[in-house]
């Protein structure tokens, strides 16, 4: 890997032989190690069992959670009976 980093040689996924998904090597800044990474926005692209793949979250995330899952009522009843006095912002 330091071979493809210091001679910017393009890496690429084999797990779709259809597809060039090219891959980047990483170093991390703690340690110095080196690793593949895949390029952003190609997740999806990749075989499910890839280690690579990642599908896309359409919803942001917001889905995920109901909508009554925080709400200023109840979070104030909770400090109100743990003692804590509440502030209004």
């Known amino acids: ?14 797990c779709d032989p259809s597809q060039k998904l090219r891959l980047y090597v990483h170093t991390a800044h703690t340690s110095g190690l080196l690793s593949l990474r895949r390029f952003p926005h190609t997740g999806p692209a990749h075989a499910l069992t890839c280690k690579y793949y990642c599908r896309v979250n359409k919803d942001g995330g917001v889905g995920t959670y109901s909508s009554d899952a925080i709400s200023r009522g109840s979070a104030e009843r909770r400090m109100q009976k743990a003692g804590i006095p509440a502030i209004m912002i």
């Open 1 to 14: 890997m330091k071979l493809l980093k210091d001679t910017k040689s393009i890496a690429t996924c084999g």
